[in-house]
């Protein structure tokens, strides 16, 4: 009779490391997590030169999970705010080979600074293209590719499409 016992103990011990085990591990392989700051500086090709015609681009990236959020802010050259686009989404795929996030768009909000009128290029042709998209499908894809990386400077170079935009990027979480 202590035999049983003895194995029934062990099969439960065994059992409870075996879902400990499991559970840490779908953890570790959900808690994905990105974090960049990035900057650009936009200049309007029709403006000639004029200090009109260049801004300051701020993205600020946050992958948690499978939850994305991606805040466009722009500036005009004298610090002021000339407009903010913020999306929000899923990631539907990493590419692993690429360092490629691919994103499905659910929600998209602009601001209100007398629309359109003041925006800079970029942003009036980044709220266009999404609004093509959401308005066809209901979902806008972006993806954000790391064209370089160097993790002992925590920076990245990346390349968000489908606006164009290449930007230097301080890496202040990186857990994929």
Request: with cysteine; charged share 20%.
């Amino acid at each position: 009779m202590a035999r049983w016992l003895k194995w029934t103990i062990n099969l439960v011990i065994l059992t409870a490391l075996i879902t400990a085990c499991s559970v840490i591990y779908w953890q570790l392989m959900t808690n994905r997590t990105l974090i960049l700051n990035c900057s650009s500086e936009l200049f309007d090709r029709h403006s000639h030169g004029n200090v009109d015609g260049k801004y300051y681009l701020l993205v600020d990236v946050l992958i948690a999970a499978n939850n994305a959020q991606v805040n466009y802010r722009y500036f005009n050259f004298d610090g002021t705010s000339a407009g903010t686009i913020s999306m929000q989404g899923k990631v539907e795929k990493i590419e692993a080979n690429s360092m490629t996030y691919q994103i499905a768009v659910q929600t998209k909000t602009e601001s209100e600074l007398e629309k359109h009128k003041d925006w800079p290029e970029h942003m009036k042709y980044l709220s266009y293209i999404s609004s093509l998209h959401f308005n066809a499908s209901g979902i806008h894809n972006l993806s954000i590719e790391v064209l370089d990386m160097d993790d002992t400077k925590d920076y990245a170079v990346v390349l968000f499409q489908p606006s164009n935009t290449v930007c230097g990027c301080r890496i202040v979480n990186s857990r994929i």
